[in-house]
C-alpha cells in the first residue's frame, strides 16, 4: 500500500519561497502511468490542484499558479518536491501531495492516495 | 478552467434517509471524469468514486455516483453514522487544471 507523508516548514515569510517534500514509500515514483501531485486546501476549506510530476518527469502546473510553482523530484530517495515562490498570505494552506488512482497515458487527474497534509502559515 | 458548484452548501438529514448531493460543471466534463471525496475533520480526502460512477476499492455500495455533461450527483441511499462529514466533487478532464467544488456538508439533524 502507497504511503505519502509531506514535510517542510509550517512558516514561511511572505516574498519568500515555500517548500515541501513528499516522500512516498511503498511504491516507486517512477511506476509508469502514475501521477505524482500537489493540492493544496485553504482555511475555508476549498481545494485547489497545484500540479503534478509524472511517472516521466514531466510536470504541468495549474495556470494560476504557474509563473511562480516547480514541482522535481528526487528518483534515489523516492521523493517530489513543491516550490511556491513570492507567498503571500492568500497561500496558508494545508498542502497535501497525492498519487493518481492508476497508471494511465496521460496521467490521469483523481486521487486515491492522500498525505496527511501539512500546514502552512505566511507571516512576518 | 472548469467550475464546479455544489448544492446544496449544508445537508441536515438523520442516520438511515438518503442523502442526494449535486455537483453543476460551467461546462461539459469530458468523458464523465468526475469524481467525489469525503472529507472528516483533520483528515485527507477520500476517494469515493471517480468516471462518474465508478465506487473507488473499498467503498460500501450505499454510494452512488450518476450523471454526465454538466450535472452529476452523488447519492447515499441510508446515512450511517460515519457517513456524516463534507463531499466534494473534482473534475479531472483531459486538460489540467482539475479542480474541485466548494464542498457539501452532511451534518446530523
Known amino acids: 500500500q502507497v504511503q505519502l507523508q509531506e514535510s517542510g516548514p509550517g512558516l514561511v515569510k511572505p516574498s519568500q519561497t515555500l517548500s515541501l517534500t513528499c516522500t512516498v514509500s511503498?511504491?516507486?515514483?517512477?511506476?509508469?502511468?502514475?501521477?505524482w501531485s500537489w493540492i493544496r486546501q485553504f482555511p475555508g476549506k476549498g481545494l485547489e490542484w497545484i500540479g503534478y510530476?509524472?511517472?516521466?518527469?514531466?510536470?504541468s502546473y495549474n495556470p494560476s499558479l504557474k509563473s511562480r510553482v516547480s514541482i522535481s523530484r528526487d528518483t534515489s530517495k523516492n521523493q517530489f518536491f513543491l516550490k511556491l515562490s513570492s507567498v503571500t498570505a492568500a497561500d496558508a494552506a494545508v498542502y497535501y501531495c497525492?498519487?493518481?488512482?492508476?497508471?494511465?497515458?496521460?496521467?490521469?487527474?483523481?486521487?486515491?492516495?492522500w498525505g496527511q497534509g501539512t500546514p502552512v502559515t505566511v507571516s512576518s | 478552467e472548469i467550475v464546479l458548484t455544489q448544492s446544496p452548501g449544508t445537508l441536515s438529514l438523520s442516520p438511515g434517509e438518503r442523502a442526494t448531493l449535486s455537483c453543476r460543471a460551467s461546462?461539459?466534463?469530458?468523458?464523465?471524469?468526475l469524481a467525489w471525496y469525503q472529507q472528516k475533520p483533520g483528515q485527507a480526502p477520500r476517494l469515493l468514486i471517480y468516471?462518474?460512477?465508478t465506487r473507488a476499492t473499498g467503498i460500501p455500495d450505499r454510494f452512488r455516483g450518476s450523471g454526465s455533461g454538466t450535472d452529476f450527483t452523488l447519492t447515499i441511499s441510508r446515512l450511517e453514522p460515519e457517513d456524516f462529514a463534507v463531499y466534494y466533487c473534482?473534475?479531472?478532464?483531459?486538460?489540467?487544471?482539475?479542480?474541485f467544488g466548494q464542498g457539501t456538508k452532511v451534518e446530523i439533524k
Open positions: 497525492a498519487r493518481s488512482n492508476r497508471p494511465a497515458s496521460p496521467p490521469e487527474g483523481y486521487f486515491r492516495h
Open positions: 511503498g511504491g516507486s515514483i517512477t511506476s509508469g502511468g502514475y501521477s
Open positions: 510530476i509524472w511517472h516521466s518527469g514531466s510536470t
Open positions: 461546462q461539459s466534463v469530458s468523458t464523465s471524469y
Open positions: 468516471g462518474a460512477s
Open positions: 473534482q473534475q479531472y478532464g483531459n486538460s489540467p487544471p482539475w479542480t
